[in-house]
Structure formats: C-alpha cells, structure tokens
C-alpha cells in the first residue's frame, strides 16, 4: 500500500512536531527549538532536539532524525504506513492504508500464536468453559474484564491444539518452536492443558504468549509461563504496555507492578495505565520502554521481601536514565490483587495518590536496619543517609532531605553539606558528539547542503555549477535534494524526508548537517566559496588522475594528449571564477 505524495504532506502539514512528539515524551523550550531525552539510545539528559520551523528532530548524541512519520515509526516499532495512519488519524484525515502486507520472517510463529489466541478465547466461552468463568467471576472479574484482556482456556485435553495447528499444515519443527507443543518418544501434545490462559501481547498487540493458571484445585505449579521464543523476549516485554501507552500519556504517569493479575485487578478500579514484569527481574531494557511512555513512574511491587528487592532493582535501572520513580508498599506482605481484594478501592487509591518519595524510601529501608539509640549505629544510618543524598539529582529535594536528616538526626546541615561528594558533572548537560576535525572542502560540502536544505536559490547555484560531491554521501544527498527540488518545485527538510523514505544513510546524514547549528541567513559570498572550494578539490583531484596517467604512459601522442586535457581542466577553473 503507498500514499500519494500530496496526501502524505497534506497529514504532515496538519500536525505540529513538537505537539506529537511531546505526547510521547517531556519536551522543554530552549531558544527557538525544543528540547528532549532521546528514546533512541541509552541518553541521560536531554539531546534530541525538536525544530517546530523545520519540523523535524535530530539527537546531537546518536544522531537520530527524522519527521513525525520517522519518529513514530522508529519509536512504536511499527511499518511506515503504520506510522502514516495513526498521524493521519491525529490530524483527523482519513487515509485508507488497507491490509498491511505480512512479510515478517516470524510470521508463522504470530500466526500460530494468533489462532491459539482464539482457540483458547472460544473454549472458555463454550459449556466447558463453565467452571473456569465461575472462578474468575469469584475473583471479581467480570465478562468485560474477561473480553478486554482477551482471557482463554486450555481444556483438559491432551493435545487439541497440537491437532488444530497441524490441521493448518504448520509442521512439527515451528510447532515445537513456539513453545505451545512439546514432544515426548515422537509424540506431539500440547503444553498447557486445564489451564485459565492470560495472553502476553509484544508492544503493538500482538499476542506472543501466555501465563497459564490452574482455577480447579490441582496441586501443580500454579503458573505456567511461556518460553522464550524468537518473537517472546521477557527483558524487551512489559505486560499491558499496548493498553497502558495511551493511559500512561493521558495521564503523564506510569504505574509498575510485578504480575499480570495486579494489572488486571488495577484495571478494574479504573487504574488503567499500569504496566508488569513476565517473570523476570527489571532490566535496562525495560526501563528504556517506560522511559517512553512517562517520566513520572511509581513502583508498586508485592510487600513481601522479594517485593523489596525488586523495587530496590528498578529504582537502580531507571536512576541509570534520569528517572527518580516514587513508591508504594504494601503492608502484610500483600501484592497489589491481594491489597485491593482486602482493603478496597478507595484504600489502594490512596496508596497511589500518596507514594513515598525516593528518599523517604531509603530512610525507611535503613530505619530498619540500624538501632537509632546506639550512637554506632545512628552514624552508620547518617553516613548511609548521606551517601543516598549524594545520588539526588533534584536540588529542592536534596535540601529538603538535608533539613530533616538534620532535624531528626539533631546534626548541623552545614556538616551534612561538608561530607557530600561535589559533582563535576552539570544537569541537563546537552550531550554531543566529539567533533571530528575537518578539511574545508568536507565542510563546504556539508555547508553547501546545509544551505540547500533551507534555500531552492542554493540548489539552483549547486546546479548550475556542482558536477561532482567530493564524498559519496554527500553526493547522494545532494542529487537527492536536486531531484526533489526538481519534482516538486520547493524544498521542505520535513517532506524530504518523507520522499527519502528508507534511505537511512542520507537520512542520518541530514541528522548530521542539521545539527551543526548553523546562521539561516544565507550570505551568497560564502556560498559561493562553498562552491569554488568543492570546484578546487574536483579540480585537483582531476589534474592527479590525469599527471599519474601521463606518468605511467610511454607514447608521447598519448602523452600530449592528456596533457591538453589536463589544460582544458585549468582553463574551465579559470572560466568559472571569473
């Protein structure tokens, strides 16, 4: 499927950058531009900046740039066309982009997944499904919750499923591969069997796996959770993140919790934009997609010890990225299904409208562990104090913490400012590549495109006297912004993009000119020197070829006539600085 040119502009020119990508992520004006974290690499401060004039954004450290179409294709992990419909859809244009083709090398793998899905769906729904629907009608989840979270049953059967898929032709080895059958002495049979099935979707939705419960009393593990597979990777994974994105940015907070079943039970209170692990601790990885979504995070694990642990992990992982979460304990060991079961709504409501701050989580770690009337030990709680108060990035908060670690503790603040550690490093310091030096005819090359980018009077001098790029990327951009020119009459930095579709390497390298940032007012003298500098650097490198070619020639007519060659180089020059 592709969109016409005109449409795609007309979708472009309906949106504001800074307004798409702001409901992504936190922006902040500096000067005429907008400032961000980058989503694309592991940045800690903000160095993606977002240019309402020229409508697009570059990263100064990674280089990343694009348009609202390449932001949020990079950013959801979806097709272009994908990206198209859902800004067509901001933008209130309705643009048909039919049925995506389905080219994915793991196609059989979503493919088995998606008929499982509903195999499972329409078991619970039948007379057999009878018993499973009581339980979870007992736990307080109603046929609503049941549809939206697209719960199923894997019946007491051997191998049902097995069956099914091998009556669609998938054969024994990617039926093996997705991790829904197994094989003992030659036999095929399926994995879950009498289980309440909750699928686990990737980022857009797709169903990739499952966590299998027992509901009938049977002493056996009481999950089941699917094996990793090629399309199933837990460090990449939160469960609900398709549901919660929008919640979360509506919101401007994202909840973690360390089950499904919290989340699902979170749902049903009307807390909509949570998030949970599957099964494994929390890593960069997953602080990386939360990082997308909000940077106000609170952290609701289970209250029991390894509860603890986890929250300690995740305050560690997402400190790594700037990101200072707050968090919510519960007493009697409770995970947050169990807390809302217990004391109510309104009671967990509370919970979350009110969460501890970082440092009041510290101090009541700590408080724990030391004996405050023991002089020893009331030391070893203010040094450990101080070393927490070392990491806060927040000035407000650490002066805050400052004061009532000196109320509580009856030690001067002044003592407690003299231990802390100075920091070198400035918050919100842009980080930026280490410049390369470079000779001035790469520079008029990047100067001249610069200026291309901006003026079609630039493209039409590049025209008139450019023949050759000296670097093969530069060259290709060139002839790029020529030709679009050319077809469309105007140049656009946003619709170039656009047209330039796939082709990263100019893509990157627009990334690359943009930001160096430099003056918009086009003075034609120094374009003009951009010009006779890549005209000079032709030049030279013509009359090299043609020297090196004279030398290695033994005919003196052959001899000659490169040398008249080399001649008309010099009078060409001659004639065009003129």
């Known amino acids: 499927m592709k969109v016409d040119t005109n449409t795609l502009n007309e979708i472009r020119n309906n949106l504001d950058i800074v307004d798409v990508i702001s409901s992504y992520l936190p922006l902040s004006s500096k000067g005429k531009n907008y400032f961000g974290v980058c989503p694309f690499h592991d940045d800690h401060s903000p160095s993606m900046s977002v240019s309402p004039s020229k409508q697009i954004y570059t990263c100064f450290s990674c280089g990343a740039t694009g348009n609202i179409f390449k932001f949020i294709q990079d950013y959801e992990g979806i097709t272009f066309i994908e ?58 989840l109603d046929e609503k919750v ?89 460090r990449q994974l939160l469960y609900n993140f398709h549901r919660a994105k929008e919640e979360a940015r509506k919101n401007h907070q994202i909840i973690i919790m360390e089950g499904p079943m919290d989340v699902i039970r979170a749902y049903t209170i009307g807390i909509k934009n949570c998030v949970a692990t599957l099964g494994t601790a929390f890593g960069s990885e997953h602080a990386m997609l939360i990082r997308k979504l909000s940077d106000n995070v609170i952290l609701c694990f289970d209250g029991d010890s390894a509860g603890l642990k986890a929250t300690k992990t995740a305050i560690d992982e997402l400190s790594k990225l700037g990101i200072t979460p707050k968090i919510v304990r519960l007493e009697d060991n409770s995970d947050p299904d169990e807390y809302i079961i217990k004391n109510g709504e309104s009671a ?34 203010i040094n450990y104090m101080i070393d927490e108060i070392n990491k806060i990035d927040d000035d407000i908060l650490k002066e805050v913490t400052i004061n009532k670690l000196s109320k509580e503790t009856n030690i001067d603040t002044d003592i407690i400012k003299n231990k802390l550690t100075k920091k070198n490093i400035t918050k919100n310091e842009f980080v930026r590549v280490k410049k390369i030096k470079l000779n001035k005819y790469t520079k008029s090359e990047q100067y001249l495109i610069y200026y291309m ?30 030709y679009f020119y050319k077809q469309n009459g105007y140049i656009d930095v946003a619709d170039l993009i656009t047209y330039l579709g796939d082709d990263s390497e100019s893509i990157n390298a627009i990334g690359e000119i943009i930001s160096l940032n430099l003056n918009e007012n086009i003075n034609y003298e120094e374009i003009n020197d951009y010009l006779n500098n890549i005209r000079e650097y032709n030049e030279k490198e013509q009359s090299k070829i043609y020297k090196d070619k004279i030398k290695k020639e033994f005919s003196y007519e052959k001899k000659l006539e490169l040398a008249l060659k080399a001649l008309e180089i010099k009078k060409r020059r001659e004639k065009y600085d003129r």
């Open 453 to 482: 980018l901006l003026s079609t009077d630039v493209i039409k001098m590049y025209e008139r006297k450019i023949t050759h790029m000296p670097t093969e990327t530069y060259r290709h951009l060139a002839f790029q912004i020529d």
């Open 83 to 140: 990206a198209v419909k859902k800004c067509a859809d901001m933008a209130g244009i309705v643009v048909d982009i039919g049925q995506v083709n389905k080219n994915n090398k793991h196609q059989d793998l979503y493919d088995i997944y998606e008929l499982s899905f509903k195999f499972y769906q329409n078991n619970i729904n039948t007379g057999l499904g009878k018993k499973a629907r009581e339980y979870l009608h007992n736990r307080m």
């Open 146 to 234: 049941i549809r939206e979270f697209g719960i199923g049953l894997a019946l007491n059967e051997k191998d049902l499923l097995t069956k099914l898929l091998k009556s669609k032709k998938y054969d024994d080895k990617i039926l093996l591969k997705s991790g829904l059958v197994n094989e003992t002495n030659y036999e095929l049979y399926d994995v879950y069997r009498n289980r309440i099935m909750f699928p686990l979707c990737d980022l857009s939705g797709k169903v990739i796996g499952y966590n299998g419960r027992v509901y009938n009393g049977e002493k056996e593990n009481k999950y089941i959770n699917s094996k990793e597979t090629e399309i199933f990777k837990k």
């Open 348 to 381: 967990f409501k509370n919970k979350i409208n009110n969460p501890m701050n970082i440092m009041e989580f510290r101090e009541s770690i700590f408080k724990n562990q030391f004996n405050l009337e023991k002089t020893d030990e009331l030391a070893k709680y």
